[in-house]
């Protein structure tokens, strides 16, 4: 079961609901490098993709009817935007003003504090904007007049050293400030947290020691929600990939506050290209034409759990295959990349990666008699249920046996500090054979 908030002194407020978009990391007017020389036309593609994803955080804003958008830094990808981005992002806001929806937002690293006076008078009044020496304390209030919700938000600022930037962040901090109380309390930060540690570091336990119902972070370009199930520190990520690096789905985050419930938290995609790394087993196929076809299921299965249709991604084929001398050939790989892109104009392969390997002859090395065949043997002998001469299966023996693999799986996980990822058990017999197959292959000078 959830756990309930645990607010004693504002049982006052029970009912009391709030609903906001936390965004951020809009990182308007970043470049796509690397794209450029091998397709113009997917290049100048990625260059709209941003303004698009902020247009939808928007519209995001407008179709949920929330109580507010925070924006938690880094809106420009430079501290000199363009005025085209410059321009689109007031037209964004304005739209807000329109609907009387307010905006609380915070400088970043990109975009720093100072360089935002230039264009201070430009932003609407529905706009409100704390700087980076200390924090800033604002209430947000009902239709009535009554107010709902204290905000304390700080943006980066190079000065901060380890906790500093979120000194003097605490509910009772926000409450003095303000000179009243709220049914909730947020607070906004443009912070490494513990994943960054050059910029403006801060422990978790000091932000959740500190009163706040949800704490809304930007710098770290992927989601992140603690503690669960009523998170209350929340990174929501960038909005749009720009590079490989950020593979997956990107977007903000719909954040309900209700008296009495855990918090909520929804994702909402507002990415308009995805990026993706894709491992495609070839070993099967029989030609190139195959390899094609299996890239393009790899690309299609992938997008298929996507939030949006066009996609960039880099593919690795692997696998023993007799197509290996076929495959090595300078310039083959290349050329199979350009035909997979004229496959299908949604997707767009970025780079085709040859990791393939020549077929091992198991039959040839055991007959050898060597050492590779010791090898072959002993993995051999590890399948979970071996066949007894009579054709039968030793069900009994094969648990026992799968019992053991695991335990030293576990074993040898643990030394090294990681956990035994989920499933293992019952790929015992495949990996025992993807293992012997390696320990061949450096054996034989390739690489694995």
Request: proline share 6%.
């Amino acid at each position: 079961m959830a756990a309930k908030r645990r607010t004693p002194c504002y049982t006052r407020f029970m009912g009391a609901k709030l609903t906001f978009i936390h965004s951020g990391d809009l990182h308007l007017g970043a470049p796509f490098r690397g794209l450029r020389a091998l397709s113009p036309a997917w290049a100048q593609r990625l260059v709209r993709a941003i303004p698009e994803a902020y247009d939808r955080v928007i519209q995001a804003c407008l179709d949920n009817q929330v109580d507010f958008l925070l924006l938690a830094g880094d809106m420009f990808d430079t501290d000199k935007p363009s005025y085209a981005h410059l321009r689109h992002f007031l037209r964004g806001l304005e739209r807000l003003q329109d609907a009387g929806i307010p905006v609380y937002m915070i400088p970043g690293n990109h975009d720093p504090y100072p360089n935002w006076h230039e264009v201070a008078t430009s932003l609407p009044p529905n706009v409100h904007m704390a700087g980076s020496d200390a924090p800033e304390f604002f209430v947000h209030r009902d239709a009535d007049g009554q107010p709902v919700c204290l905000i304390a938000a700080r943006g980066f600022s190079n000065q901060a050293s380890d906790g500093s930037i979120a000194d003097g962040m605490t509910r009772a901090a926000a409450e003095h400030a303000c000179g009243t109380g709220a049914p909730f309390a947020i607070g906004m930060l443009h912070s490494g947290l513990w994943m960054d540690p050059f910029k403006a570091p801060v422990t978790e336990n000091k932000l959740l020691s500190a009163g706040m119902d949800y704490w809304a972070l930007g710098h770290i370009h992927m989601r992140y929600a603690t503690p669960e199930p009523d998170p209350r520190i929340v990174f929501c990520g960038c909005i749009q990939g720009r590079d490989i690096k950020e593979t997956g789905s990107r977007g903000c985050y719909k954040v309900t506050l209700e008296e009495g419930l855990p918090n909520r938290i929804e994702f909402i995609p507002t990415a308009q290209v995805e990026w993706e790394q894709l491992c495609v087993d070839v070993s099967g196929c029989a030609g190139v034409d195959d390899i094609l076809a299996a890239c393009v299921r790899a690309m299609f299965d992938a997008n298929a759990a996507a939030h949006c249709e066009e996609m960039v991604a880099r593919v690795t084929i692997g696998g023993p295959t007799q197509l290996y001398d076929v495959l090595a050939r300078p310039g083959t790989v290349e050329e199979m990349r350009v035909e997979l892109n004229e496959s299908y104009p949604a997707f767009y392969c970025d780079a085709l990666i040859n990791a393939t390997t020549p077929p091992l002859d198991k039959e040839g090395l055991e007959a050898a008699g060597l050492f590779p065949a010791a090898l072959i043997r002993a993995a051999k002998s590890m399948a979970s249920q071996p066949e007894d001469s009579r054709g039968g299966k030793h069900a009994q023996s094969g648990s026992s046996r799968d019992d053991a693999r695991l335990q030293y799986l576990q074993e040898e996980f643990a030394q090294r500090g990681l956990a035994l990822p989920r499933g293992v058990d019952g790929m015992l017999d495949d990996l025992a054979e993807g293992a012997c197959d390696m320990a061949l292959a450096l054996l034989d000078g390739r690489d694995a």
